[in-house]
C-alpha cells in the first residue's frame, strides 16, 4: 500500500461508512476544544469569492439543548446528542469582502487588483437580487455542514444532519441577525447502537448523465 492507496481508502470509507445518526450515546460529552477543532476544519470549505459567509451555533448545555429541541418538534437526538450546529449561512455582503481577502494579499500569492476585481464581481453578483443572495447563504452553509460531517468522521465522531425546525423559532432563540439564514442542524456524537446502515442509493443510471 502506498500512500495514495491509502488516502484513497480512508476517504471513500469515510463517505461509505457515513450515516444519518438517529441514536446517540446521551452520557458522551463533547469538549469546546474539540467542537472548535471540527468548526475549524468546517472552515476549510470552499465558498464563492472565499466570502465564508456562515456562522455555526455550537448548542451542547442542557439549557440550550432544550430550546433547540423544542424548535425541532421535540426529536431526542437533539438532546441525546453530545451537540447540535446550527449551521448559518449569512446573504453575502461585498462591502466585507476586501478584508476577508487582505490576508490573501498580504500572503502574496493573490494580486491587490484580483481582490478589487472580486469586490466589483461580488457587487455585480449580489447586490439587489435577494434570491441570489439566500441561495449563496445556502450553498456556503451546505459546504460548511459537509466538511464538519467529514470532520467529525476523521474524529471517530456520527453525525446526522437536520432540516425538521421552526427556523424563526432558531433565529429568535439563538439571536440571528436578519442577514442570516438558519440552513441546517447538525447533530454531533457518539452513536448508540441500533442505528441503520446507509440507505441504499437510487441507480447511477437515474442520476448520472454524461454530456
Ligand atoms: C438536508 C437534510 C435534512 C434532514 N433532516 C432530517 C431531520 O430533520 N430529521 C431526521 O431524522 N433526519 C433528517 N435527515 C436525514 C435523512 O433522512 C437521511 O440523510 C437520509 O435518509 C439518508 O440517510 P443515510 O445518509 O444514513 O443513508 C436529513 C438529511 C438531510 C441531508
Not at 17 to 31: E, G
Not at 67 to 73: D, P, Q, R, S, V
Not at 198 to 207: A, D, I, N
Request: hydrophobic share 45%; charged share 20%.
Amino acid at each position: 500500500m502506498n500512500a495514495k492507496n491509502d488516502r484513497h481508502r480512508v476517504l471513500v470509507d469515510a463517505i461509505e461508512k457515513r450515516i444519518s445518526t438517529n441514536f446517540y450515546d446521551s452520557s458522551f460529552a463533547l469538549s469546546d476544544s474539540v467542537l472548535t477543532e471540527l468548526v475549524r476544519l468546517a472552515t476549510r470549505a470552499p465558498t464563492a469569492f472565499n466570502l465564508q459567509n456562515w456562522r455555526f451555533i455550537a448548542v451542547r448545555t442542557q439549557e440550550a439543548k432544550k430550546k433547540l429541541w423544542e424548535a425541532t418538534g421535540c426529536q431526542p437526538k437533539v438532546l441525546e446528542s453530545s451537540a447540535t450546529f446550527i449551521i448559518c449561512g449569512q446573504l453575502p455582503d461585498h462591502s466585507v469582502l476586501a478584508e476577508r481577502l487582505r490576508s490573501s494579499v498580504d500572503a502574496g500569492f493573490m494580486p491587490a487588483a484580483i481582490s478589487v476585481q472580486w469586490v466589483q464581481g461580488a457587487d455585480a453578483l449580489y447586490s439587489e437580487r435577494p434570491q441570489m443572495q439566500r441561495d449563496e447563504a445556502v450553498r456556503s452553509a451546505v459546504f460548511g455542514a459537509a466538511t464538519l460531517m467529514f470532520a467529525a468522521a476523521a474524529h471517530d465522531l456520527a453525525t446526522g444532519a437536520m432540516v425538521g425546525f421552526d427556523p424563526d423559532k432558531v433565529a429568535q432563540e439563538f439571536g440571528l441577525g436578519p442577514n442570516e439564514v438558519p440552513v441546517l442542524l447538525m447533530t454531533v456524537g457518539t452513536a448508540a447502537p441500533g442505528n441503520w446502515p446507509q440507505k441504499p442509493r437510487r441507480p447511477l443510471r437515474e442520476v448520472l448523465v454524461f454530456a
